[in-house]
C-alpha cells in the first residue's frame, strides 16, 4: 500500500519561503495525480495545487487562487517525492498542509498523508 509522508513544514516569518516535501512510498501505478492541500484552525480542509503523475513531457498544474502566483508544485518521479515550494509567505497561509491522491478511476481523494504545520509569524 502507499504512503504518503510530509515534512518541511515549520516557522517562518511573513515574506519568507519554505519547501514541503511529500514522499509517497509504494505508489507504482500512474492512477493518482498528487495535491496539496491545507487546513487552518476552525476552518475546513481546502485545496492547495495539484500535479499529474506522469503526462508524457508536460505535466499538467493547477493552483487555488489564494497560493496562484507564489508557490509552485513540483515532482521527482525517480523518488515519488512531490513538492510545494511557497515563497512571499502570508499569516493567512498557516495552517496543516497535507499531501494527497487523486484517484484518476474514481475522482476522488483517497490517500492523505499525516500533514505538516506551516506557522507564518507577522
Known amino acids: 500500500q502507499v504512503q504518503l509522508v510530509e515534512s518541511g513544514g515549520g516557522l517562518v516569518q511573513a515574506g519568507g519561503s519554505l519547501r514541503l516535501s511529500c514522499v509517497a512510498s509504494?505508489?507504482?501505478?500512474?492512477?493518482?495525480?498528487m495535491g496539496w492541500f491545507r487546513q487552518a484552525p476552525g476552518k475546513e480542509r481546502e485545496y492547495v495545487a495539484l500535479?499529474?503523475?506522469?503526462?508524457?513531457?508536460?505535466?499538467?498544474?493547477t493552483y487555488a487562487d489564494s497560493v496562484k502566483g507564489r508557490s509552485t508544485i513540483s515532482r521527482d518521479n525517480a523518488n515519488n517525492t512531490i513538492y510545494l515550494q511557497m515563497n512571499s509567505l502570508k499569516p493567512e497561509d498557516t495552517a496543516i498542509y497535507y499531501c494527497?491522491?487523486?484517484?484518476?478511476?474514481?475522482?476522488?481523494?483517497?490517500?492523505w498523508g499525516q500533514g505538516t504545520q506551516v506557522t507564518v509569524s507577522s
Open positions: 494527497a491522491g487523486h484517484n484518476r478511476r474514481t475522482n476522488d481523494y483517497d490517500l
Open positions: 509504494g505508489l507504482t501505478s500512474s492512477m493518482y495525480a
Open positions: 500535479i499529474s503523475w506522469s503526462s508524457g513531457r508536460t505535466y499538467d498544474r
